[in-house]
């Protein structure tokens, strides 16, 4: 139970720090309007499948996350202080409902936090 907990808890620090990384340093403009809706890592955490949602072209955006793979998984090393990051696979979310959701909570954050400069 605890490796399926750590896993969910994996899952979701991973999904935050996408949404932090497409607010911010990612450039690309394939990802203008990408959302990582989820996250699953398998149980040994060595694979880990995320979820995307698009205003635009989804599977132009799943091209500028795997373009920017490189970048992603020293930044989310760095910033989770994890000694392994998963392999990622990038699919498209089918379930509207639940990226609906998501992105009403990034909303959210977005409009609580603020902009932040660093």
Known sequence: MS???RGERLGELFRRE??????????DPRLDGVTVTDVRATRDLSFATVYVRSDGDV?????????????????LGRSLRLRK???FRFLP??????AS????????VR????PSEA
Not at 93 to 98: A, F, R
């Open 111 to 114: 409009e609580s936090d603020g």
């Open 3 to 5: 490796h399926r907990h």
């Open 18 to 27: 996408f949404s932090r990384l497409l607010m911010g340093p990612l450039k």
């Open 59 to 75: 599977a132009e955006g799943i091209e500028g996350l795997e373009h920017a793979i490189g970048f992603i998984r020293r930044e």
């Open 93 to 98: 979310d089918e379930t509207p409902e639940h």
């Open 85 to 87: 990051i998963p392999e």
């Open 101 to 108: 959701r998501i992105e009403a909570l990034l909303r959210q």
